[in-house]
């Protein structure tokens, strides 16, 4: 009896004499004079392809293996042998193959030769076929599963905060509007939209982000995490923005801002250490062909106590580093991704967190400080990108925190049930958001953000 | 040296004999008349609370620990020893209690007495900390990671698929519009708003299933999943609609709908397991006090073999039980929940998963059988709720695919990404949708879907 297995399985040493079926596409075929054909196939199971010799005896040898182009479909039954090739354990000689589905050459356009990035875009549907596609597609899964492991081994809820919503709660950026009225003919009263008309009764919103909901959980079951998408309406044509991405934002009840900080950095160190064990191909593959610098910097981060020092010493080290920035620096502004990245590539080399920041220059719910000029907020740098991690103790005193909306100018009515929190049972506590698809370009050395979450949203695109 | 551990740590009898410090929320507080008070903390990490002995002579005993009422939030230090109380294998000698926030008892809504699950909807920010809506949140959150490593496990890659889409892509019903114009003063365009001023340049939405884009990674990667929110607009005020809930979606290269019945059976089992072994407290809650049935409902699936049978043979059972239905049967009509009830409930007495409907009540995305009159879809019945999985082989054949959709009135232009699926490579391929919020109902038995999803949408609710 032949048994179906994957092609990663087929590619191991232990393989080896057992008769099998390899499901898959043709990435290459190539005909040998003595009447046989090589047939490399991929799976998705592992970034490698299987070699499938078929020989010219098979009955469908010259009608439909000859045919064979990348793209089609195909099952092969054989039996598992040594490969005498260089580079693959394994090849497997086909006793049958059946092909399934072609790909015409003439109009498949993942024909041998390379593409662009830019184009596969326009071509999302058939680039998870290639291996680069393929690549991110497994090195984002495993990011996913081991961030859920990380939290869950350590006993935090999975929540799942609304993406809809009617409160702008951290005027965190520009929102989508979410509606049921007919644009054409929007109902009115007294010459304004009628919003009691929309289906929830009134203006609503595609989150930007679920944290203040995350608080609700942690301040009562202690510790919980955010998994989902957030939007962003922002009219960015950059490649490090996306309309829609996802977030990771953790929420620790009982908890300063070092245990936030100490916590970033286990998680970071668990999920490089995870990518490297369980994708080494398709690591090595990101590291060979997108950026020479790819596993030498995860391995370094993994092995590297982070940095940690205050904002204010850190513009006291930018302000003598004799390095040219284009944006000045001064307390009390936010620090560019330049400086950031001169912190942590050329100054410390090594992951940084900064903390404490100007109260000035954060939001409503961030911890003041006894100094009452800065606040309890933290920031992750790591080389290339800059911030991948920002994070707070929150502001856990109901007084201050009213004052602090105040200041801001917002109502404190609006937030009624995020200052109750505060009112009942209150308790120091501090999280972070962690954006996935920074961290995936980040592991894979991708250089543009819509090429590592499958059907990017940006201005004009939202095809598929 | 103290050691925080959790209330759940705390209540295991190897704790006995460990210095610790506890933190959590108030949940009662008894005075005894010998100078000493009983406080039950909770966490969040387990049903239970911990009790813990607070003495006379601790220094805040009157100005603090004499004035704790539900809902305060404290550190506890302590020892813990072997409990002379029934229920509870252990108790904390208190040597310090720290008070963090107070819970004005004559404003906290949560003092002792029940409140009714309508009530507690009105504050979602507070319901977490009752007994009920904690118990809602480990159970959920248990299944998801249930759901997340099922498919880990057995090869399957997490795909996020999009949340805005621009294609209605199978009128499965209402959707929201997602916009950044101005609905007080939209850009016309001729006479009608122009969307090519919008943030997409052309209308776009919230989208309805994941499965579309599912099959891309299927078709190339050989085996996905998608787990995200999905959305309607419809205008539904029942105990099983929401606008916004979480799906579920697998999907399989090279399956056939034997293969597709099988994964879901096996995912029902699997997570229906880890359920009763992870959460026993919170299930035997729900037993106990929201639905009897549950435990044995559960272990009952998990020994049964599912029973299959096609559409027309259970029509034919149907028609000849001599049940009173509200609605009738006849062969071409789509089941109701009365009947998919009295197949799992009374006939078969255990799951039954139905194939083979009829045609013209399916999508056209489902395999035409070789009657053509059928489709290889599949539904899981189970009891109390009916439908729960309702799934399909897909149409993989270009030229079926085409006429099926002209018979439906689509355009295939439309779809030129998904029929390219067809084009290149076809495969056969199989998948199925689960609900998440309708399988929580069913394994806790709470009576409404508000309740089992953190922060209800519905019409005219989406406050937090």
């Known amino acids: 009896m032949s048994e179906k297995i994957t092609v990663a399985e087929a590619r191991r040493p232990e393989a080896v004499g057992r008769v099998v079926v390899l499901q898959g596409w043709v990435r290459t075929r190539r005909d040998s004079k003595a009447s046989f054909s090589f047939i490399e196939i991929n799976d998705g199971s592992c970034f490698g392809n299987i070699q499938a010799i078929a020989d010219g005896e098979l009955e469908n040898y010259e009608s439909q293996i000859k045919r064979l182009s990348p793209g089609c ?3 092969i039954e054989g039996l598992v042998r040594e490969s005498p090739g260089k580079g693959q354990a394994t090849e497997v000689q086909a006793t049958r193959v059946t092909v399934h589905g072609t790909a ?3 109009t498949y356009p993942l024909q041998k030769k390379r593409h662009s990035f830019e184009f596969l875009r326009s071509i999302a549907h058939l680039r998870p076929r290639t291996n680069t596609f393929g690549a991110v597609a497994r090195v984002r899964n495993c990011v996913c599963n081991s961030i859920h492991q990380f939290f869950q081994e350590d006993g935090f809820l999975y929540v799942h905060t609304p993406v809809i919503t009617a409160s702008d709660c951290e005027g965190a950026g520009e929102m989508f509007q979410v509606t ?20 929830f009764d009134r203006p609503s919103f595609l989150t930007v982000s679920g944290q203040l909901e ?8 202690g510790k919980a ?58 690591i090595e593959f990101f590291n060979l062909r997108i950026d020479k610098t790819v596993v030498e910097t995860l391995r370094h981060i993994i092995e590297s106590e982070f940095r940690r020092l205050t904002y204010t010493e850190a513009v006291e080290i930018l302000k003598t580093s004799g390095e040219k920035f284009e944006f ?4 009390g502004t936010d620090l560019q991704s330049e400086h950031e990245r001169y912190l942590t590539e050329k100054h410390f080399k090594c992951p940084v967190i900064l903390h404490d920041y100007p109260s000035s220059i954060k939001p409503f719910y961030m911890r003041l400080s006894d100094d009452e000029k800065t606040v309890g907020a933290m920031d992750v740098l790591v080389p290339k990108v800059g911030e991948i991690i920002g994070g707070s103790q929150r502001e856990e005193r109901l007084d201050v925190l009213e004052a602090r909306m105040k200041e801001q100018d917002l109502e404190p009515e609006d937030y009624w049930w995020y200052l109750d929190l505060r009112r009942y049972g209150t308790v120091p506590h501090s999280g972070f958001g962690l954006g996935l698809e920074r961290l995936v370009q980040f ?7 819509r090429d590592v979450i499958p059907f990017p949203r940006t201005p004009g695109n939202a095809e598929f």
């Open 328 to 331: 000045p620096v001064d307390w």
């Open 214 to 221: 995350a608080e609700i959980f942690a301040c009562g079951l």
């Open 73 to 75: 479909s195909v099952t």
């Open 180 to 199: 049921t009225l007919n644009l054409e003919d929007a109902p009115k009263q007294g010459g304004k939209v009628d919003f009691a008309a929309d289906f």
């Open 225 to 282: 995490y955010t998994f989902g998408p957030t939007f962003r309406a922002e009219n960015s044509n950059t490649a490090r923005h996306l309309a829609e991405f996802w977030m990771i934002e953790p929420e620790m009840a009982f908890c300063d801002l070092v245990g936030n900080m100490d916590l970033a950095e286990r998680m970071l160190k668990r999920v490089f250490t995870d990518v490297l064990e369980k994708c080494p191909e398709d």
């Open 443 to 449: 592991i894979t050395g991708m250089a543009n953000i």
């Open 104 to 106: 015409d050459v003439e």
